[in-house]
């Protein structure tokens, strides 16, 4: 609902029957066209979901069940088969024709064509990032042999590359059309290729001038197929920061000692050490986490100023739209100014 702007009304959970034969099946989730009837006719998507540990190739549950769904309803043109980590979406252009792997299916209201080059209007926050993060790291550790480590660094590469299309490119070039990933995979590593290139010339402290991205073309394009979608920069920064978490967590966790604080944990340290200053001191403390991490703390002492912020300057202006612009100034100066984090 959040992602592809279906409503709550639209689905439908092992609802409607399928019939095939003499024998009834019915799909896990439905989604049927907004404002008609709950009718086989209606439905415009199904949905097969199954446990973690289902493979896409199992002979009962795996992506030949979301396929022969697809098959049996006339006016249905997308399926999505989803085990908790993997998604694997198929399109049926018309009744009669073979179902295909797709990227992604389209958000309510657009078509195919509309998504296989998206455009900056088009990309969406993520809410399920941990699970899409995860799903990229198996399947460079999978699919291009590395190392848990290296894959690990070589999603890194790649986000890296997202983030910068999000800052500096006009038109989106972080992203790969159906038809590229299955015929010409070179051409979209081409292209990621190339923003690396410039990663690496605004991050020399991060990255040699001489790395590589060493994925290949079509381990690479599956990469961006999963990401292309979604804005990285204005997904929510604790979104990201348990996203981040996850990949880092199966790497580094506990190998030196380094542990994550459960967010409950820093939200509620940071409101302690607050509320020992008067509010009006609140501007002018300086903060430094000396083992930052991914951020937790930082974050939470971000979204707790943030907060007071706003009903302060929702007070004065008794306008949200200028109360939010002014938080957003505030919050700016005093990160730049106050807020410090330092890690090994």
């Known amino acids: 609902m959040k992602e592809y702007n279906y409503r709550f009304k639209q689905f439908a959970r092992k609802s409607t029957a399928i019939h095939l034969g003499s024998k009834k099946y019915y799909p896990d989730m439905v989604a049927y066209h907004e404002e008609s009837p709950k009718e086989r006719d209606n439905i415009i998507l199904i949905a097969e979901i199954e446990p973690e540990k289902t493979s896409p190739n199992d002979p009962n549950h795996g992506t030949g069940q979301a396929i022969s769904y697809l098959k049996m309803l006339n006016n249905c043109k997308y399926a999505i088969w989803f085990n908790g ?78 983030t910068l299309d999000e800052r500096i490119s006009t038109q989106v070039q972080f992203y790969v059309t159906n038809r590229e990933r299955k015929e010409n995979p070179e051409r979209c590593a081409s292209r990621i290729n190339l923003l690396f290139k410039r990663v690496k010339e605004i991050h020399k402290e991060i990255f040699d001038k001489d790395e590589i991205i060493k994925l290949n073309p079509n381990v690479l394009s599956y990469v961006v197929s999963q990401l292309q979608s979604y804005t990285l920069i204005n997904t929510n920064t604790d979104v990201k920061g348990k996203a981040h978490e996850e990949i880092v967590g199966g790497n580094l966790r506990g190998d030196r000692g380094e542990f994550f604080t459960p ?82």
């Open 263 to 344: 967010r409950t944990i820093c939200n509620a340290a940071v409101e302690m050490l607050f509320y020992t200053f008067p509010n009006s001191k609140w501007d002018e403390l300086k903060i430094i986490d000396p083992a930052c991490g991914t951020g937790g703390f930082l974050i939470a002492a971000i979204n707790f100023l943030k907060a007071q912020f706003f009903k302060i300057e929702f007070n004065k202006w008794d306008n949200k739209e200028k109360a939010l612009d002014q938080t957003k100034d505030r919050i700016k100066n005093y990160c730049e100014r106050n807020l410090h984090g330092i890690d090994f």
């Open 85 to 162: 980590i993997l998604q694997i979406c198929f399109y049926r252009e018309s009744p009669g024709i073979e179902p295909v792997e797709i990227n992604d299916i389209p958000p309510y209201g657009l078509e195919i064509e509309d998504i296989e080059r998206p455009n900056f209007g088009q990309l969406r926050l993520a809410y399920e990032l941990r699970s899409i993060f995860k799903r990229c790291h198996n399947y460079i550790a999978g699919d291009q042999g590395l190392r848990k480590e290296e894959a690990f660094h070589e999603l890194l590469k790649v986000i890296f590359c997202k």
